[in-house]
Each structure stands twice: as structure tokens, then as C-alpha cells.
T-cell receptor, first 113, second 113 residues
Framework: KAGVTQTPRYLIKTRGQQVTLSCSPISGHRSVSWYQQTPGQGLQFLFEYFSETQRNKGNFPGRFSGRQFSNSRSEMNVSTLELGDSALYLC????????????FGEGSWLTVV | AQKVTQAQTEISVVEKEDVTLDCVYETRDTTYYLFWYKQPPSGELVFLIRRNSFDEQNEISGRYSWNFQKSTSSFNFTITASQVVDSAVYFCAGLYNFNKFYFGSGTKLNVKP
């Protein structure tokens, strides 16, 4: 069974640009959540989607947005990039509400210059 | 407040030593789940174990063991006879009331040959 797939794995963007990250969950999983990981702030929850609806949202500015498609694939978008957005963005999927374990992808390393 | 605390920021041991990673959780919910994840340098968080609040049995898997004690709100993780491949950042997490995950700040384990 394929795991969570995230693309791209590495990217470099310039301040002010926008970026879109993609996540394909484990087959059969309908819940997808996103996390930002930085050395100073640790793992921070961005949002969770279930059946194309946002279930939960963390404390991030409106520049961070996401969506989920009917096939459960998800994208997150960051507009007007700032240097502080440089981080590892992790996607996780689960079979919630039936199952409670979340499984992570390898992440997308974003560097903003 | 609902949270997870990993007080140990970084631990260094010599190969073959035993090491225990501490995790203290905080919740008023009666139903909750606790997890441990391993994050090697590649970035992906690898699921290790899940425990629910009604199952206080300790778990052993090879060199790994977990001690769940509700009386002290702890869910500690012990690696016996550590190996260099165990070097990683380990995260403890809690899922409270089937809502969202709370991650600890992580403990970086360095196992030296």
C-alpha cells in the first residue's frame, strides 16, 4: 500500500511569491492534515480536511490556505511568501473518523529567499 | 489546557546504552490517544505506537518499550541497547476527544558509536 506522497520535495521561492504544495493520502483515507515544522516553533498544525471540508484550523494567517478534492488529494497554498515561511511542510492522512492514527509523508522543504 | 510536554530537548548516549524518552500529557478528556513518532533526518515522521486511554498495558516491540501511566500522566518510551540507527527526533503526541493532535516539542536522540 503506497504511503502519503508529497510533491514537490524541495523548492526555493522568492519573497512575495506564492507556492502550492500537493499531498496524496494513503488509498482509502479521507482525512488529510497539514503541519508546518520549523526549528524554533516545532510542529504546528495548519488545518485538517475531511471529505473536502475543512474540519479544523490552526493559528496561521489567511495567507495559508488549503483545499481537498473529491479523490481526497489535498493542496495547500501560501501566498505572499515571507522569509519566516521557510519550513518543512508535512502532510498526514488517516482513516478518521474510523481510525485515529495519522501517517505522514516525507514533507516538502520550502526555502524562501 | 490540553498539551503534550517533552522536557528533554536532546539526549546523547553511547551505542548499547538504554535510553528513556519522557512524555507528559495533559487533558481532562476521559477518552484520548497517545502516540510516538520517529523523525529521521529525511524528514518523514514514522508512526511507532498508539495507545488509548483505556489500555494501560505496557507495550514491548523488539528493543522498544512504552510505559503508559495514567497516575502520572506519562507515556514514556525506552530503547534498549540503543543503536546508531536510532538517532532521530522522537515526538510524543496526543489526540484528545477525537479532535486534533497535540505534538510535543520533540526529543533529539544522538546515539554515538
Amino acid at each position: 500500500k503506497a504511503g502519503v506522497t508529497q510533491t514537490p520535495r524541495y523548492l526555493i521561492k522568492t519573497r512575495g511569491q506564492q507556492v502550492t504544495l500537493s499531498c496524496s493520502p494513503i488509498s482509502g483515507h479521507r482525512s488529510v492534515s497539514w503541519y508546518q515544522q520549523t526549528p524554533g516553533q516545532g510542529l504546528q498544525f495548519l488545518f485538517e480536511y475531511f471529505s473536502e471540508t475543512q474540519r479544523n484550523k490552526g493559528n496561521f494567517p489567511g495567507r495559508f490556505s488549503g483545499r481537498q478534492f473529491s479523490n481526497s488529494r489535498s493542496e495547500m497554498n501560501v501566498s505572499t511568501l515571507e522569509l519566516g515561511d521557510s519550513a518543512l511542510y508535512l502532510c498526514a492522512s488517516s482513516s478518521r473518523p474510523e481510525g485515529n492514527t495519522i501517517y505522514f509523508g516525507e514533507g516538502s522543504w520550502l526555502t524562501v529567499v | 489546557a490540553q498539551k503534550v510536554t517533552q522536557a528533554q530537548t536532546e539526549i546523547s548516549v553511547v551505542e548499547k546504552e538504554d535510553v528513556t524518552l519522557d512524555c507528559v500529557y495533559e487533558t481532562r478528556d476521559t477518552t484520548y490517544y497517545l502516540f510516538w513518532y520517529k523523525q529521521p533526518p529525511s524528514g518523514e515522521l514514522v508512526f511507532l505506537i498508539r495507545r488509548n486511554s483505556f489500555d494501560e498495558q505496557n507495550e514491548i516491540s523488539g528493543r522498544y518499550s512504552w510505559n503508559f501511566q495514567k497516575s502520572t500522566s506519562s507515556f514514556n518510551f525506552t530503547i534498549t541497547a540503543s543503536q546508531v540507527v536510532d538517532s532521530a527526533v522522537y515526538f510524543c503526541a496526543g489526540l484528545y476527544n477525537f479532535n486534533k493532535f497535540y505534538f510535543g516539542s520533540g526529543t533529539k536522540l544522538n546515539v554515538k558509536p
